[in-house]
């Protein structure tokens, strides 16, 4: 996985909770609901980041590398 594709993630997680919090300082639910599942989005997408990572790690381990 691409360090680039992951901070893209990371960002999309962070900008949706200012977009949340943006939308509860100003009562506005539809940003509020937006940032919230922008967060969600950049976060799931992140843990398939971690999948990915973990399973092409584990194809490049050697059967006699006990980690």
Partial sequence: MGTGDKAKHKAEEIAGKAKEKLG????DKE??????????????KQAADKVKDAVTGHKDKKPDQDG
């Fill in 31 to 44: 940003k509020e609901a937006a940032g919230k599942s922008e967060q969600t989005k950049g976060a799931l």
């Fill in 24 to 27: 509860q300082a100003t009562g």
